[in-house]
């Protein structure tokens, strides 16, 4: 089924180089989540989006961290001048409008050398 | 301290056993409740939805305790596939829309 896609899968960089992330929300939700998880950890909320508005962006840890969703659709998270702390997995998860269920996405895990 | 807090586990339990985890949250704007399940190197997916009466789903039965806040999951007849983590959710209105907080889960080992 057409669920959200992310890519690439796996992102390996050095320490001071940038990166971007794609999401592919499923077709027609209009919210869209980034959220960042550590090793161990849950998932911590990054930023949101209802359409290409970006309402929310008050868990992005540093403003080497962009995010952006033109046309309502697909998302990019960028990460300038990466850091080691900067390696993790990227979820991106999308929704309908209001209180439903968020759909996550396989992740972008990046490792930072 | 996190604003919801889970003992990470592992736990360690054999098939047919009986389990349970516990959650805590400390924001009690918290309007909405969840279990999800994650399998390594995967997305979290949706297990259930807690309400404050309590809820069954086969196996599974979560409780909420709004006056404690806290809210627990139950696995019955554990089998070798429920081993992941379990990731305890709370859902707080931001403004204009309902943020997910997540637990740090609790990883599940069942083994034959």
């Known amino acids: ?113 | 301290r996190k604003e919801v807090e889970q003992d990470p586990g592992p736990f360690n339990v054999p098939e047919g056993a009986t389990v349970a985890f516990n959650c805590t949250y400390s924001n009690s704007a918290s309007q909405s409740f969840f279990w999800y399940r994650q399998d390594c190197r995967k997305e979290p997916k949706l297990l259930m939805s807690v309400y404050s009466s309590g809820n069954e789903d086969g196996r599974f039965t979560a409780q909420l305790n709004r006056a404690s806040q806290y809210i627990s999951l139950l696995i019955r007849d554990s089998k070798l596939s429920d081993s992941a983590t379990y990731l305890c959710v709370v859902n707080r209105k931001a403004t204009g829309f309902q943020k997910l907080v997540f637990g740090t889960g609790t990883r599940l080992l069942v083994s034959p």
């Open chain 1, 1 to 113: 089924g057409a669920g959200v896609s992310q890519s690439p899968r796996y992102k390996v960089a050095k320490r001071g180089q940038d990166v971007a992330l794609r999401c592919d929300p499923i077709s027609g939700h209009v919210s869209l989540f980034w959220y960042q998880q550590a090793l161990g950890q849950g998932p911590e909320f990054l930023t949101y989006f209802q359409n290409e508005a970006q309402l929310d962006k008050s868990g992005l840890p540093s403003d080497r961290f962009f995010a952006e969703r033109p046309e309502g659709s697909v998302s990019t998270l960028k990460i300038q001048r990466t850091q080691q702390e900067d390696s993790a997995v990227y979820l991106c998860a999308s929704s309908l409008e209001g209180p439903r269920p968020q759909h996550f996405g396989d992740g972008t895990r990046l490792s930072i050398l």
